[in-house]
């Protein structure tokens, strides 16, 4: 993994997304002592757009009827 200083990140920004995107970890590091404060890694694509519901995922399923909209009546329950 790559480490480099939050103001190496702000100098290569563009050259930093690139090597994301090839595949690389980035470690931001801050201050004088050099403490780590973030990672950018790079996106699993595999997940993209697929949400798991969790311990229902294959029992359970969830759409929405006309876009979620409802009448004031069925808001308030009566």
Known sequence: MEQ?????????FSEVISMVANGESIQILYGRTRRPIAVLSPCNSGTEG???IGTFDGIASFSEVDEGKITEEEFLGL
């Open 4 to 12: 480099m200083t939050v103001a190496d990140f702000k100098s290569k």
């Open 50 to 52: 697929k949400r798991i």
